[in-house]
């Protein structure tokens, strides 16, 4: 049988200074792994006059 998968789509953003620093990206990413969810991909986005970094999570279909 074919997996089939779910994505998600999560925009995480920091109120001014690094996100790293401010430990934003391991508290979104360890979050969205407690309910199941794998790190598909994750780039930079640039809107308006904020920037934030979009994570695409994916996990198989639960049925």
């Known amino acids: 049988m074919e997996n089939r998968f779910e994505y998600k789509s ?9 996100l790293i620093l401010d430990r934003l990206l391991d508290l979104s990413l360890n979050k ?16 308006s006059e904020s920037s934030c970094l979009v994570a695409i999570f994916q996990r198989e279909t639960r049925t």
């Open 10 to 18: 999560v925009r995480i953003a920091s109120s001014g200074g690094c």
């Open 32 to 47: 969205e792994s407690q309910e199941g969810w794998q790190l598909f991909t994750i780039f930079p986005h640039c809107c």
